[in-house]
């Protein structure tokens, strides 16, 4: 493998041949199990969480930002977990990879089809950290035998969109980018605001205020770090 081209799965169901040669694969390749209950995500995003990190076992819902979702992949990806993308196409690997995603652990399955909610119970019987984008709401009974393989597999699920069993929903609020002159130039950084829900709806909301990214593609606060009960 090489970082220019991410594995990938391009028939819609994933066939257990693949899967079990990916398992093997990733024993071989990976030097350390991660024993930890927590996957640590990108610093500027651990205190919008519960607990400062992803949970193993739980399921987080990102809305309105690609690029906030490839900041929650890149702390554990660079921690050394294997993540996978699953239905969404547009996922640029290149962007990816400067946002400090690790190419080398990344598993794409662009076109999951009808079969998406198959293939990510298959996907996370593999990986650590899985991100997935929904076609169709998933039934009540899904939702929960998932969650269940979950807690199992000790995996991570990251959906772009409303989960029912999300942890934490995060959202970008307020969004603007800089870089443009007096009319001209080119869009090089984004300032957004952020805004964490934890589950249920229970407790406060909590804000921050990200480069997402900077002009230097980073992602990091645009200030100081500040968090606000906003609900």
């Known amino acids: 493998m090489s970082p220019a081209s991410a594995?990938?799965?391009?028939?819609?169901v994933v066939d257990r041949a693949q899967v079990h040669e990916l398992q093997s694969r990733i024993?071989?390749?990976q030097a350390t199990k991660l024993e930890s209950r927590t996957f640590e995500t990108h610093?500027?995003?651990?205190?919008?969480l519960p607990g400062g990190a992803l949970k193993a076992g739980a399921a987080y819902a990102v809305h309105g930002s690609t690029t906030l979702l490839m900041a929650l992949l890149a702390g554990p990806s660079a921690a050394g977990a294997w993540c996978g993308v699953i239905g969404m196409p547009d996922f640029g690997a290149e962007a990816a990879g400067r946002f400090?995603?690790?190419?080398?652990?990344?598993?794409?399955?662009p076109h999951?089809?009808?079969?998406?909610?198959?293939?990510?119970a298959a996907v996370v019987d593999v990986l650590a950290v899985v991100a997935v984008a929904p076609p169709t709401r998933a039934?009540?009974?899904?939702?929960?035998?998932?969650?269940?393989r979950l807690r199992q597999r000790e995996s991570t699920l990251i959906v772009a969109g409303d989960w029912p069993q999300a942890e934490a929903t995060l959202s970008v609020a307020r969004s603007g980018w800089d870089g443009l002159g007096t009319g001209a130039g080119y869009l090089s950084s984004r300032r957004v605001t952020v805004e964490s829900a934890p589950r249920g709806g229970s407790g406060p909301r909590?804000?921050?205020?990200?480069?997402?990214p900077a002009p230097d593609e980073?992602?990091?606060p645009s200030g100081p770090t500040r968090l606000e009960a906003v609900g």
């Open 7 to 12: 594995p990938a799965f391009a028939d819609p």
């Open 27 to 29: 024993r071989q390749m």
């Open 43 to 48: 610093p500027a995003l651990g205190p919008l």
């Open 100 to 109: 400090g995603i690790d190419l080398e652990r990344l598993v794409l399955v």
């Open 112 to 120: 999951p089809g009808d079969q998406w909610l198959t293939v990510t």
């Open 139 to 148: 039934k009540d009974g899904d939702v929960a035998r998932l969650g269940a």
């Open 206 to 212: 909590r804000r921050a205020e990200l480069w997402l």
């Open 218 to 220: 980073s992602f990091r």
